[in-house]
């Protein structure tokens, strides 16, 4: 995961590495993991917890386990595991997320106990599951028609996604026609020459300007071109970046593979020319963040939103904290801690 920061007078990289081991029977201990980072779901949705233990040391144990919200016991139950030394257990559990009203956002616990024949604790386990209502923007609608949301969609699912959300919106032909608010690119389309070069005017002079994972896309790296724009910020980012506008999100568990991003972008040099080129490898850079001195914003991001919209609470509220990141007025009332 990193980040990377340009501004006019310095360049600082930040990057964090996190090494998630994989399980080995023959050198780990005693422990109960979960592979996948899922943390969230939505209001009533069941959602099925998978388990691995391992407890080298026994045949057998007991695994003890609760759900709770609010220091209120929601299930609970006991679960009999049988050790192959060879291969950790495998357990599901089934746990079903509580009913919450619109525009509440709760958390609830899970903790597990792996307890031997004796009934001595062997290994714990512990995680925070966020519970989101299914709509991010019910009773928003005021503060999204100040943002005066145009979206350039040629194939139209992105439009769709945000009308059947009940985003206020105009779906717009042509960029030219534009001159502030947000401007939101559909994801899926391919940025050319003459897109880009209206892109960054746009940002330049104020706008908002939100590409959703652009296809197939090359472009020159902003600022560096002949007459583009000077830039007061740069920001390439990792998918901790989710983490930055809220904590509570999945960055891992979006879809059935997993991954989060759709497409990454990687600084190249050719003939004396940088530009933004797509690649596949990890090193590209999922968000890619761009501020100009008149307040407008120039951001990509490659996470799949759209495409993900059905997998979970995240991806629609990460749009929603995109979207209140671009009001300033909004960011200073955003508060990550849960309700009382």
């Not at 908002?208 to 007459?227: E, K, N, R």
Request: neutral net charge; charged residues 20%.
């Amino acid at each position: 995961m990193g980040r990377i920061e340009v501004s006019l007078s310095r360049l600082v990289l930040l990057l964090a590495a996190a090494a998630f081991p994989l399980l080995s029977a023959a050198t780990e201990h005693r422990s109960i993991l979960c592979p996948d980072g899922h943390a969230t779901c939505f209001s009533g949705e069941p959602v099925t917890l998978r388990l691995m233990l391992h407890d080298p040391t026994s045949q057998s144990g007991t695994l003890a386990w609760a759900y709770s919200a609010q220091r209120h016991t929601l299930a609970a139950g006991e679960i009999q595991v049988i050790f192959d030394p060879s291969k950790p257990a495998q357990v599901e559990i089934p746990l079903k997320g509580p009913e919450v009203r619109e525009g509440v956002i709760y958390d609830t616990q899970f903790r597990a106990r792996l307890v031997g024949r004796h009934g001595e604790a062997r290994a714990e386990f512990r995680r925070v599951f966020w519970i989101f209502p299914r709509n991010p923007f019910a009773d928003r609608r005021q503060w999204l028609q100040r943002l005066n949301i145009a979206v350039y969609d040629p194939g139209g699912k992105t439009l769709t996604t945000l009308l059947d959300a009940k985003v206020p919106c105009t779906r717009i032909r042509s960029l030219e026609t534009q001159s502030a608010g947000v401007i939101v690119i559909g994801e899926g389309v391919r940025l050319s020459g003459s897109l880009t070069e209206t892109m960054t005017r746009l940002a330049a002079a104020g706008a908002t300007v939100l590409c959703l994972s652009p296809a197939d896309t090359s472009l020159p790296f902003p600022g560096t071109g002949d007459g583009s724009p000077a830039a007061s910020r740069i920001a390439l980012c990792q998918a901790d970046i989710i983490h930055e506008l809220d904590k509570r999100l999945d960055i891992e568990g979006w879809s059935a593979k997993g991954d989060a991003v759709s497409t990454r972008l990687r600084p190249e040099a050719f003939r004396g020319q940088v530009s933004l080129r797509p690649t596949e490898a990890t090193q590209g850079w999922p968000w890619i963040d761009v501020g100009y001195p008149s307040g407008g914003r120039l951001i990509i991001c490659g996470f799949g939103i759209i495409r993900c919209w059905d997998a979970g609470p995240t991806p629609r509220y990460l749009l929603l904290r995109i979207l209140e990141s671009t009001d300033r007025a909004e960011k200073s009332t955003l508060s990550l801690s849960s309700p009382e």
